[in-house]
């Protein structure tokens, strides 16, 4: 996650802790307009980045953090870690892969994924989180268009529609399952803390993973079929929502984090234009300028404090 100023980006570390929930850790990472990043927090999990400084003065393009380390893109393609060693903040045994080249870097709970400008994927930190990707490595040498984590798992999007997954099995690591139905036409993957889905070209969504945080849409399957138009799926720490091309939006996963929108369903049949989640809820904004929102009262799923103020005039809604 970040927030951008006008002359830094701060980025703060989500991860997974060992139930596969979303936790915030405890250290920043603030990249400046010229391309250097200063860092505080827990020294451990990379709020003291002493050991790389003299690589991180110019030039850092992307900051990413996962569950206990930062990886620093550079405009020359190269990545720089710093943090807890077996989460990734050592990536010295990919060390000569990452000297140029490099993309984008994704994380998860305890590892990192690095696409390369020719579609190739790298990966190093905690193993069974997404570190090794061994299994698939020969279908991660080119071709790859987008990587997406979940807590502890992987997801790759090729420019061929096809999907690749790997890390941890319950957390969206094993897709054979739905596997036949990922060889083609994906066009967006997205996660949560322990499931994905992939929206296809035909409208229809498929997912996979922890069944309670979503990975199971057998109850709201037959309104995700092809043809159904679904244009945009958004995950929060446990649930997933989908907004179709009439407006409407169709929800699932934990029902007490978002994944049950009944109570406010007759206000989500049309005209919803953007909907986010956070860790526990989730906020649709409408077309008239309102908001509606659902799951974790606590963590933003009541808004009746401020409803009257949220009723007509907004344009987005940021978490």
């Given at each position: 996650?970040?927030?951008?100023f006008?002359?830094?980006?701060?980025?703060?570390?989500?991860?997974?802790?060992?139930?596969?929930?979303?936790?915030?850790?405890?250290?920043?990472?603030?990249v400046?307009?010229?391309?250097?990043?200063?860092?505080?927090?827990?020294?451990?999990?990379?709020?003291?980045?002493?050991?790389?400084?003299?690589?991180?003065?110019?030039?850092?393009?992307?900051?990413?953090?996962n569950?206990?380390?930062?990886?620093?893109?550079?405009?020359?393609?190269?990545?720089?870690?710093?943090?807890?060693a077996?989460?990734?903040?050592?990536?010295?045994?990919?060390?000569?892969?990452?000297?140029?080249?490099?993309?984008?870097?994704?994380?998860?709970?305890?590892?990192?994924?690095?696409?390369?400008?020719?579609?190739?994927?790298?990966?190093w930190?905690?193993?069974?989180?997404?570190?090794?990707?061994?299994?698939?490595?020969?279908?991660?040498?080119?071709?790859?268009?987008?990587?997406?984590?979940?807590?502890e798992?992987?997801?790759?999007?090729?420019?061929?529609?096809?999907?690749?997954?790997?890390?941890?099995?319950?957390?969206?690591?094993?897709?054979?399952?739905?596997?036949?139905?990922?060889?083609?036409?994906?066009?967006?993957?997205?996660?949560?803390?322990?499931?994905?889905?992939?929206?296809?070209?035909?409208?229809?969504?498929?997912?996979?993973?922890?069944?309670?945080?979503g990975?199971?849409?057998?109850?709201?399957?037959?309104?995700?079929?092809?043809?159904?138009?679904?244009?945009?799926?958004?995950?929060?720490?446990?649930?997933?929502?989908?907004?179709?091309?009439?407006g409407?939006?169709?929800?699932?996963?934990?029902?007490?984090?978002?994944?049950?929108?009944?109570?406010?369903?007759?206000?989500?049949?049309?005209?919803?234009?953007?909907?986010?989640?956070?860790?526990?809820?989730?906020?649709?904004?409408?077309?008239?300028?309102?908001?509606?929102?659902?799951?974790?009262?606590?963590?933003?799923?009541?808004?009746?404090?401020?409803?009257?103020?949220?009723?007509?005039?907004?344009?987005?809604v940021?978490?």
């Amino acid at each position: 996650m970040c927030q951008r100023f006008d002359h830094l980006t701060v980025v703060w570390m989500t991860g997974a802790g060992q139930k596969k929930q979303f936790a915030i850790h405890d250290a920043f990472a603030a990249v400046k307009s010229d391309g250097s990043v200063i860092t505080w927090g827990d020294a451990d999990e990379g709020g003291d980045s002493s050991r790389v400084e003299h690589r991180l003065q110019e030039g850092v393009v992307q900051v990413v953090g996962n569950g206990g380390a930062f990886a620093a893109v550079k405009s020359d393609g190269s990545v720089t870690t710093w943090g807890y060693a077996d989460r990734g903040g050592d990536g010295s045994i990919v060390e000569h892969r990452l000297q140029e080249g490099v993309v984008q870097v994704v994380g998860t709970g305890g590892a990192f994924a690095a696409v390369r400008s020719g579609g190739s994927v790298i990966t190093w930190g905690d193993a069974a989180g997404g570190g090794d990707n061994s299994r698939v490595e020969h279908r991660l040498q080119e071709g790859v268009v987008q990587v997406v984590g979940t807590g502890e798992a992987f997801a790759a999007v090729k420019s061929d529609g096809s999907v690749v997954t790997w890390g941890d099995a319950d957390g969206g690591g094993d897709s054979s399952s739905v596997e036949h139905r990922l060889q083609e036409g994906v066009v967006q993957v997205v996660g949560n803390g322990g499931a994905f889905a992939a929206v296809k070209s035909d409208g229809s969504v498929v997912t996979w993973g922890d069944a309670d945080r979503g990975g199971d849409s057998s109850r709201v399957e037959h309104r995700l079929q092809e043809g159904d138009g679904v244009v945009q799926v958004v995950g929060n720490g446990a649930a997933f929502a989908a907004v179709k091309s009439d407006g409407s939006v169709i929800t699932w996963g934990k029902f007490n984090k978002g994944g049950d929108s009944s109570r406010v369903e007759h206000r989500l049949q049309e005209g919803v234009v953007q909907v986010v989640g956070n860790r526990r809820a989730f906020a649709a904004v409408k077309s008239d300028g309102s908001v509606v929102t659902w799951g974790d009262a606590a963590g933003g799923g009541d808004s009746s404090r401020v409803e009257h103020r949220l009723q007509q005039g907004v344009i987005t809604v940021i978490s």
